[in-house]
């Protein structure tokens, strides 16, 4: 079973700028997409941003275009999301995750979509 084991998260003030990290326990970002989703209290998990196997594709929520930057590293097997200009509603439960179907050709923004899942890490900004 693939372990994603996230890590970067922290309390950060607003406008300020925090990376996170995912590191898989097996070569899976080669051929699988996978996504960075967040979820704060009483909200459902959204996807903010993905990136797809293969060609690398990139898809950014509306609210975090501009400000938030997905990489990956698959010789690291590692994915990284860059936040900048991190703003309240900023703060949340950060989870990366992979999709279920191999070589998939789009990015979901579906949770149900994705089978692995990391432990979440805590994001907080704060005025």
């Known amino acids: 079973q693939v372990q994603l084991v996230e890590s970067g998260g922290g309390l950060v003030q607003a406008g300020g700028s925090l990376t996170l990290s995912c590191v898989a326990s097996?070569?899976?970002?080669?051929?699988?997409?996978m996504g960075w989703f967040r979820q704060a209290p009483g909200t459902d998990r959204e996807c903010v941003a993905g990136?797809?196997?293969?060609?690398?594709?990139?898809f950014y929520a509306d609210d975090v275009q501009g400000r938030f930057v997905i990489s990956k590293n698959v010789a690291k097997d590692t994915v990284n999301l860059q936040m900048n200009n991190l703003k309240l509603e900023d703060t949340a439960v950060y989870y990366c995750?992979?999709?279920?179907?191999?070589?998939?050709?789009?990015?979901?923004?579906?949770?149900?979509?994705?089978?692995?899942w990391g432990q979440g890490i805590q994001v907080t900004v704060s005025s």
């Open positions: 097996e070569d899976i970002f080669r051929t699988y997409s």
């Open positions: 990136v797809k196997w293969g060609d690398g594709w990139k």
């Open positions: 995750a992979t999709e279920r179907s191999e070589f998939s050709p789009l990015i979901s923004h579906v949770p149900r979509d994705y089978e692995y």
